[in-house]
């Protein structure tokens, strides 16, 4: 399974964009880019997910690299009930098993 | 539309029972994942249910098992329960290979 590599932890203003990054250096062909998010004492929340191009939803961005190596999340303006832990997944499709690191903790600051 | 929901939300079992947590799934879909959480760690995938078939298993004893219903609810199933085993329960349906939705787990606690 290919891995991600995510920051620990990032820091935000309230009502500033935020950008997620997420590392995948090992991504195949095939692979999706996923990105789910877990609010305290929930379970993960679908995000958005793509495949080579830029997606948008109502929710956030996501920019992929051309090379697919890499993909950032972006947040276009961060609430206070958007900190949460950020999880980067790659998953051979879009409904296939999800394989979770340790993902980014975001803090949103007033 | 009704989400994913999991009973119990919470349960505490003693070494070496069994446990059955069950799962509703969204209505429309047909895919069932299992996911289990340690605490201050990510979801770790167990199985998948499609059509109520396994469909693709993670690195998890045979004492963890599963059933996907017709109606496309599910069940796991743990036995011989050890004290690793006390962790977040999550179960995550899809349709298809759409993007999975998740419920917001059973907590269960080993004694």
């Known amino acids: 399974d290919a891995k991600t590599t995510q920051p620990n932890s990032m820091e935000s203003n309230e009502e500033e964009p935020v950008h997620l990054p997420c590392n995948h250096s090992?991504?195949?062909?095939?692979?999706?880019i996923h990105w789910y998010r877990q609010l305290p004492s929930q379970g993960p929340e679908y995000v958005i997910h793509g495949l080579t191009s830029n997606v948008n939803n109502r929710m956030a961005s996501l920019a992929i690299a051309e090379d697919r190596k890499s993909s950032t999340l972006i947040l276009h303006r961060a609430t206070l009930r958007d900190a949460a832990v950020y999880y980067c997944i790659l998953s051979y499709n879009q409904g296939g098993k999800l394989i979770f690191g340790q993902g980014t903790e975001l803090s949103v600051k007033p | 539309e009704t989400g994913v929901t999991q009973s119990p939300t919470h349960l505490i079992k003693t070494r070496g029972q069994q446990v059955t947590l069950r799962c509703s799934s969204q209505?429309?879909?047909?895919?069932v994942s299992w996911y289990q959480q340690a605490l201050g760690q990510g979801p770790q995938f167990i199985f998948q249910?499609?059509?109520?078939?396994?469909?693709g298993r993670g690195n998890f004893p045979p004492r963890f098992s599963g059933l996907q219903f017709p109606n496309y609810s599910s069940e796991l199933n743990v036995n011989a329960l050890e004290l690793d085993d006390s962790a977040l329960y999550l179960c995550?349906?899809?349709?298809?290979?759409?993007?999975?939705?998740f419920g917001d787990g059973t907590r269960l606690s080993i004694l």
């Open positions: 209505s429309g879909h047909n895919t």
């Open positions: 090992t991504i195949s062909g095939t692979d999706y």
């Open positions: 249910y499609y059509r109520e078939e396994e469909n």
């Open positions: 995550a349906s899809s349709l298809d290979n759409q993007p999975q939705h």
